[in-house]
C-alpha cells in the first residue's frame, strides 16, 4: 500500500501490518487478522474497549512482542527478534521508536526520576553534556523539577506517568506509540502533552496513540482507527467520521446506553467510557422521546 503526497510521489508506508495474528494464550486472541499501515508523520488515534488488542497493537510496533502469523515491517525492513538483536538496525529502531506503556510502573525502574530521564541517552553513548542538557529539558517540559531527585516508586500515578512520558520524548524518537498517555494526567500536564503531539506532526514525526479520552482524537490525529471487540479493524476515518458516529462508538463499546428518569419522562442516552463527560440529548416530550413513568 502506498499514498500519494504531491503529484507523482508515492510514499511507502513507514509501518506496515498485514494479516496479523497475536494471541497470549491459545485461543484468546488478541489481534485476529489485523492490517494497518501508518505513513511518515501521520497522527493516528487508535480507540477500542478493554481488551480489544490497542496495547498489543502498540508492543507489535514498537518490536517488544511479534506476530505468530503474518509480517510486520518498518522503514522498509522486515522486523522479527534476529533483526532487533543485530546493530547497527537493531539500536537505530530502538532509538527512532519510543513507547510509552499504559502502566507506567511497567516502564520505570531506575534509582531517581533524573537518572530514569538520563537512562536512554546514556544507552546511546551521547557526551556527558548534552545528556544533562536533554535530562533538563525534559525536567522542564513537564515541570518536574522538584521530582528530580525522588525513587519513581515514590511518586504519584500522575507524576509516575510524567516521569515516563520524560523518558521517552528525551530520545527524540521518529516514532511515538502513546498508550493511553493521558490517563491520570492533571489538565495542565495533560495539555501539554497533547501541545507535545501536535508539535510532532510539525517535526515530521509519526504519532499512535492508543487512548478512551474522545476529547483529544480530534486534537491529537488525523487518522482514527477503531478496534472491534473481536480483535479487528471495525472502521477508519478522520476524527469527525468517527466521532460523529454514534452507531459505530455503540457497537465498538466506546459509549453505552444509560436509561434514567428525567422529570415525568424515563428515556435513553449515550454515555461516554472512562474518564470522558458524557452527551445526550433530552426529548420534549415528543413521540418516542421517552416514556412515562
Not at 538483536?85 to 530502538?94: A, L, Q, T
Not at 528530580?148 to 511518586?155: D, I, K, N, V
Not at 495539555?191 to 510539525?202: G, H, P, Q, S
Request: net charge negative.
Amino acid at each position: 500500500m502506498t499514498r500519494t503526497a504531491n503529484v507523482g510521489e508515492a510514499v511507502a508506508p513507514l509501518l506496515e501490518l498485514t494479516d496479523i495474528h497475536y494471541a497470549y494464550r491459545e485461543g484468546i486472541p488478541a489481534l485476529s487478522g489485523l492490517s494497518l499501515s501508518v505513513f511518515p508523520g501521520e497522527r493516528v488515534a487508535v480507540l477500542g474497549a478493554n481488551g480489544c488488542g490497542k496495547s498489543t497493537l502498540l508492543k507489535l510496533l514498537a518490536g517488544l512482542i511479534f506476530p505468530r502469523q503474518g509480517s510486520y515491517r518498518a522503514f522498509g525492513r522486515k522486523i522479527d527478534e534476529r533483526l532487533l538483536s543485530r546493530d547497527p538496525f537493531g539500536i537505530f529502531f530502538r532509538k527512532d521508536v519510543g513507547i510509552l506503556f499504559q502502566n507506567s510502573d511497567a516502564q520505570l525502574f531506575n534509582p531517581t526520576v533524573e537518572d530514569e530521564i538520563a537512562f536512554g541517552p546514556l544507552q546511546m553513548n551521547d557526551p556527558a553534556a548534552e545528556v544533562r542538557s536533554k535530562v533538563q529539558r525534559a525536567i522542564e517540559a513537564f515541570g518536574i523539577g522538584p521530582l528530580a531527585s525522588r525513587a519513581p516508586y515514590e511518586l504519584s500515578g500522575g507524576e509516575k506517568k510524567k516521569v515516563a512520558i520524560a523518558s521517552v520524548l528525551v530520545m527524540d524518537p521518529q516514532v511515538l506509540l502513546l498508550d493511553e498517555p493521558t490517563a491520570g494526567l492533571d489538565p495542565r500536564s495533560s495539555r501539554a502533552l497533547v501541545d507535545t503531539i501536535v508539535e510532532a506532526e510539525k517535526k515530521g514525526k509519526t504519532v499512535v496513540t492508543a487512548t478512551h479520552d474522545l476529547h483529544i482524537v480530534s486534537e491529537i490525529a488525523r487518522r482514527v482507527v477503531v478496534f472491534g471487540e473481536d480483535n479487528r479493524i471495525l472502521a477508519s476515518g478522520t476524527p469527525e467520521e468517527i466521532l460523529t458516529n454514534r452507531s459505530l462508538l455503540l457497537a465498538a463499546n466506546l459509549v453505552h446506553l444509560h436509561r434514567h428518569a428525567h422529570d415525568d419522562y424515563w428515556h435513553v442516552h449515550e454515555h461516554e467510557h472512562h474518564e470522558i463527560v458524557h452527551f445526550h440529548e433530552h426529548p420534549d416530550e415528543s413521540p418516542g422521546g421517552g416514556s412515562k413513568r
